[in-house]
């Protein structure tokens, strides 16, 4: 019997519900058989990974596996196939749109969490290749000490990267903070190993940079949220690593003039640039009052900042000084009020340390992730305000992100604790409103989180038509019976 297949009823609230599995203890049975007791999680055990970061989504599976090996991953998801079992393919579990836990809806199919937080391995670091082939459980920060451990640079950084894992950085695209010089998680990859919906194992595990066969497959699976497949490992980009660093925190008019900003010292630095980051005065004091002993960077306050970061291949010196002779060109140009310059290591991750503790400092409100064309930010940024505070008088915007690659975090609260939590309530008509604007530039409603379940209904409004419909045909093509983290992106 096909359990997604059978009759559903009515329970004692009037919803429409799949009555209890009857297979299920069978199934149980099976998975045990192929991961062993210890990996075949169930009830309390199962709920933590079943409610995402934020709180915000909680479901329910059949149970939680957790495979070792590619091997038991394909072994599982053919079983999945067999019993008509839907599948939610999770890594570090740290999803902020809700894609990597299981829906909630009382008439859904089962589902079954597929944990890849095992498969920690790094099967090899080729130095002289730059590369290195990695399985999907290993935590983001074990790819960057690998990599420096190796005189090497794993460049992916955000502010998650002590638990977020690989697998769920490809499925989502990643970004963070060093986009600007090295892009997009997506940028980082050469080859994958995906374990397809009917259990076939795709090895694509190649590491080269030029490889012009045909279609390239694994974009398919990159950015894709595991609605067409379980990446299980992948052969990421390494980079020499830099012998210099040096790190500013920048007081200026306006997200405008950071934008100018940042073009001015993209002349004058290049590549160098590897992070530059739009933090605005809210963020800052919210940052100080959650985490208090906080210093302010600079002798008094400014509406905006930008934190900026270079790096290069020869000494602290000459760094340093192209550093300071830019900013000070600049200065004399009027792009910038103050600055201050880390003088080490230390005051640099102090510095870096405000901007990842932004999320945290103001994690209730109302929170979007855009994109605009870089030369759109400024006006992104005030006719957003202008007509959000039409729309909800006294609303305040917690304005920070990635200004070097066009995405913002523009997160919307209010005044006071009660005010905030009515105005969330109210998301759909904050989005709405942010949206038009965001639409109006040409701009994007996910620039880095993904859809998720957030925004599986939203990007109905912003995609056409055809995009709509290849998508489809695509997920129809691979994953026909729709078993695929299910409720998600589509």
Not at 33 to 42: D, F, K, R, S
Not at 450 to 478: C, D, F, N, P, V
């Amino acid at each position: 019997m096909n359990v997604a297949a059978a009759t559903t009823n009515r329970d004692n609230t009037g919803m429409t519900s799949i009555p209890p599995n009857p297979h299920a203890n069978a199934q149980l049975a099976q998975f045990r058989e192929i991961l062993g007791p210890a990996h075949v999680l169930t009830g309390a055990d199962a709920a933590p990974f079943c409610t995402d970061w934020r709180r915000a989504y909680t479901g329910e599976a059949l149970a939680v596996l957790r495979p070792a090996s590619t091997e038991e991953v394909s072994r599982c998801v053919a079983l999945c196939a067999e019993h008509g079992l839907a599948i939610v393919p999770q890594s570090g579990n740290t999803s902020l749109v809700g894609g990597s836990v299981p829906l909630s809806q009382t008439n859904k199919r089962p589902e079954v969490v597929i944990s890849l937080s095992r498969m920690q391995r790094i099967r090899e670091l080729d130095a002289l290749n730059d590369t290195m082939t990695v399985e999907a459980g290993c935590v983001l920060q074990t790819l960057q000490e690998a990599a420096d451990a190796a005189d090497r640079l794993f460049p992916l950084s955000l502010a998650a990267e002590g638990s977020c894992q690989i697998g769920g950085n490809l499925s989502t695209n990643a970004g963070g903070v060093g986009v600007l010089r090295y892009g997009n998680t997506r940028d980082l990859c050469l080859g994958l190993e995906v374990v397809l919906p009917d259990g076939q194992i795709w090895h694509g595990l190649k590491g080269l940079r030029k490889n012009n066969t045909g279609y390239d497959l694994k974009h398919l699976f990159i950015g894709a949220e595991g609605t067409l497949g379980i990446i299980t490992a992948a052969v990421m980009k390494l980079f020499p690593k830099p012998s210099a660093s040096v790190t500013a925190w920048i007081a200026l008019e306006s997200p405008q003039a950071a934008v100018e900003l940042l073009a001015a010292l993209r002349a004058r630095m290049g590549d160098r640039l590897t992070a530059f980051e739009l933090i605005s005065r809210v963020c800052l004091t919210s940052v100080m009052a959650f985490r208090p002993g906080t210093p302010d960077p600079l002798s008094q306050p400014y509406h905006w900042y930008v934190l900026a970061e270079a790096t290069d291949g020869g000494t602290q010196e000459a760094l340093m000084a192209r550093t300071e002779s830019a900013l000070s060109e600049c200065i004399d140009a009027g792009l910038i009020h103050d600055v201050a310059l880390a003088s080490s290591t230390a005051q640099a991750q102090a510095l870096w340390n405000i901007r990842e503790t932004i999320p945290e400092a103001q994690f209730s409100n109302v929170k979007h992730d855009i994109s605009v064309p870089i030369s759109c930010i400024g006006q992104l940024v005030d006719e957003g305000m202008d007509v959000l505070r039409q729309a909800f008088p006294s609303c305040v915007g917690y304005i920070f992100g990635h200004i070097g690659d066009g995405n913002l975090h523009y997160n919307i609260g209010m005044p006071s604790t009660e005010e905030t939590q009515a105005l969330i309530a109210r998301r759909a008509e904050v989005n709405a409103v942010l949206y038009a604007v965001v639409e109006k530039l040409n701009g994007s409603i996910s620039a880095e989180h993904g859809l998720g379940q957030l925004k599986r209904e939203e990007i109905q409004h912003h995609k056409s038509a055809l995009e709509l419909t290849l998508m489809k045909q695509i997920k129809a093509a691979l994953d026909p019976n729709a078993r695929m983290n299910p409720g998600k992106v589509l």
